[in-house]
């Protein structure tokens, strides 16, 4: 079972979005160790749960299809930073890269949910160095442990409204699902800055390519 909470609506994405290019995401998982962003990711490139998966920091690409669209989404599987930096710690490079988060943390591990939260603040704190306002979504992973639990799912829920971000509760190990919604709805909130970035323009693009529509029947 997988639990959602959805911090917008989804509908002005599609409406602004008019042609029919390939469209790319850069979207970047952070949180504490052991909390399974490796597992999330290798699951959607995949489809399968392998168990262990080494202390390797990867950037891969995937090309998927949404709504008939051509999507390639660049994942950044971060490992927990090491040089003395501190848990949550979220760098330059990082912020200016990605489109969106997911921040992960184990419903078994309180230390990874206070670490969430923290990276939370950072982001939200770091406006002037990310492009739009880039949407997160706040994972609980682990949802198999029920009886290892120690972050209800209250918590998260509240954490995520708190600070406008989507919420899932999902077990990695357990079902594809629920990982492969993590990654659309996050496409979707993507898709929805880009079309608030765009404004005005946005309108104009879409007045323009109905004229080209219409000018080239007149040529017909
Ligand atoms: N029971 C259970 N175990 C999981 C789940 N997801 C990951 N794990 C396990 O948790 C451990 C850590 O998973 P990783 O995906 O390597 O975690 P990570 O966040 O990438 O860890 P670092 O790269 O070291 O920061 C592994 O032993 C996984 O098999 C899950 O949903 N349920
Ligand atoms: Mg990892």
């Keep these: 079972m997988v639990v959602q909470l959805n911090p917008r609506t989804r509908q002005s994405s599609k409406i ?23 597992a999330l990711t290798v699951r959607f490139l995949t489809r399968r749960f392998i168990g262990e998966y080494g202390d390797i920091e990867s950037i891969y690409s995937h090309s998927d299809k949404i709504d008939g ?15 003395g930096e501190e848990p949550g710690y979220i760098s330059d490079r990082q912020l200016q890269w990605t489109d969106g988060f ?16 923290q990276q939370v603040q950072r982001i939200r704190q770091a406006k002037n160095k990310l492009s739009s306002s880039t949407p997160i979504i706040i994972v609980g992973n682990k949802r198999d442990l029920q009886h290892r639990r120690t972050v209800s799912s209250e918590e998260g829920r509240l954490l995520a409204l708190s ?42 693009g879409i007045v323009r ?7 080239r029947k007149r040529t017909e």
Excluded at 73 to 82: A, G, K, V, Y
Excluded at 188 to 197: G, P, Q, S, V
């Design 163 to 204: 600070a406008d971000c989507g919420f899932f509760e999902i077990s990695a190990a357990e079902t594809y699902h629920g990982v492969l919604m993590v990654f659309h709805e996050l496409f979707d909130l993507i898709r929805e800055a880009r079309a608030m970035k765009k404004g005005p323009a946005g309108f104009k």
């Design 102 to 117: 997911i921040l992960v943390y184990s419903i078994c591990d309180r230390a990874s949910f206070n670490v969430v939260r």
């Design 16 to 38: 602004m979005e008019g042609n029919q290019q390939k469209v790319e995401a850069n979207i970047l998982l952070l949180g504490a160790e052991n909390v399974g962003k490796s």
């Design 69 to 83: 669209r051509d999507i390639c989404f660049n994942i950044w599987d971060s490992l927990c930073p090491q040089n």
């Design 209 to 215: 390519s109905m004229s080209a529509v219409f000018g």
